[in-house]
T-cell receptor
Framework: DSGVTQTPKHLITATGQRVTLRCSPRSGDLSVYWYQQSLDQGLQFLIQYYNGEERAKGNILERFSAQQFPDLHSELNLSSLELGDSALYFC????????????FGQGTRLTVV | GNSVTQMEGPVTLSEEAFLTINCTYTATGYPSLFWYVQYPGEGLQLLLKATKADDKGSNKGFEATYRKETTSFHLEKGSVQVSDSAVYFCALRSAGFQKLVFGTGTRLLVSP
């Protein structure tokens, strides 16, 4: 158990809908990262937050947004969903913004039908 | 830009065989290098890491040496077990950047 908790584990939704994925980092970790794992793109970095502020942005679509709350949990919001958004979404956390070790959650598997 | 290239899988071995999974990278500066493992239905777990040239990361019988001259970080294990069956990801983090850049992953299948 990495200490990073993601909910829900599975999500099935229709095209055009909006979903929210939730991540609770390890106790004491201030930095949260979101990654998308899909068959065609592999593991892609989406976005990072550190202590409530956006720190780095990767290949995140404009339809996607994220935030980190004062209690340090983070949410990834995906809207106007398309079939191609079906993927495994991972959250990871680390103590520092450039922590050499990031701990990953078990992921949320999103299926868009 | 930064990138990681791993050997295509699946790699199929018998129990107690020697394992090598190749990983090469392209990066500016001096990145930190990692191997992550993903067991079926689970998230990514850090297997080992190396933060500077000639460092050797090791864990659970797995080893990898940071070779700057060949820009490589090959994963090795002397004797694999069925329980090692998983997908292995090589990754790097460049100095000054927060994100991890992953390779495409290599699936390892170990049969009894």
């Amino acid at each position: 158990d990495s200490g990073v908790t993601q909910t829900p584990k599975h999500l099935i939704t229709a095209t055009g809908q909006r979903v929210t994925l939730r991540c609770s980092p390890r106790s004491g970790d201030l930095s949260v990262y979101w990654y998308q794992q899909s068959l065609d793109q592999g593991l892609q970095f989406l976005i990072q937050y550190y202590n409530g502020e956006e720190r780095a942005k990767g290949n995140i679509l404009e339809r996607f947004s994220a935030q980190q709350f004062p209690d340090l949990h983070s949410e990834l919001n995906l809207s106007s969903l398309e079939l191609g958004d079906s993927a495994l979404y991972f959250c990871a956390s680390s103590v520092e913004p450039r922590g050499t070790e990031a701990f990953f959650g078990q992921g949320t598997r999103l299926t868009v039908v | 830009g930064n990138s990681v290239t791993q050997m295509e899988g699946p790699v199929t071995l018998s129990e107690e065989a020697f394992l090598t999974i190749n990983c090469t990278y392209t990066a500016t500066g001096y990145p930190s290098l990692f191997w992550y493992v993903q067991y079926p239905g689970e998230g990514l777990q850090l297997l080992l890491k190396a933060t500077k040239a000639d460092d050797k990361g090791s864990n659970k019988g797995f080893e990898a040496t940071y070779r700057k001259e060949t820009t490589s970080f090959h994963l090795e294990k002397g004797s694999v077990q069925v329980s090692d069956s998983a997908v292995y990801f090589c990754a790097l983090r460049s100095a000054g950047f927060q994100k991890l850049v992953f390779g495409t992953g290599t699936r390892l299948l170990v049969s009894p």
